[in-house]
């Protein structure tokens, strides 16, 4: 059971800024894409921003220029900064591990969620 440890989520006022953190096993995070999706109710899961394990990435449209992804691979984490954040930056934002080649997944893993509410 491969389990991705995400933290960091919180109330924050709008203009505000969030820093999420997912740790994974060395073994996952050496090797597969990390990644950030969100859900807000009522909508599909997005994906919000994606870093292989080159260090390119990929954004959503909606939080490019807000929005950084980066990876310490000392620490095996990947994280979120969040800045100038929106009312609808509100979702659940989960932290994804997965190791496609092709049409081939070896591996797809998914933390448990944090809740990102952005309010006044």
């Known amino acids: 059971q491969v389990q991705l440890v995400e933290s960091g989520g919180g109330l924050v006022q709008p203009g505000g800024s969030l820093r999420l953190s997912c740790a994974a096993p060395?073994?996952?995070?050496?090797?597969?894409?990390m990644g950030w999706y969100r859900q807000a109710p009522g909508k599909l899961r997005e994906l919000v921003a994606i870093?292989?394990?080159?260090?390119?990435?990929t954004y959503a449209d909606s939080v490019k220029g807000r929005f950084t992804i980066s990876r310490d691979s000392a620490q095996n984490t990947v994280y979120l900064q969040m800045n100038s954040l929106k009312p609808e930056d509100t979702a659940v934002y989960s932290c994804n591990a997965r190791l496609r080649t092709g049409t081939i997944t070896y591996g797809d893993y998914w933390g448990q969620g944090t809740q990102v509410t952005v309010s006044t």
């Open positions: 870093i292989d394990r080159g260090g390119t990435t």
């Open positions: 060395g073994s996952i995070f050496s090797t597969y894409t």
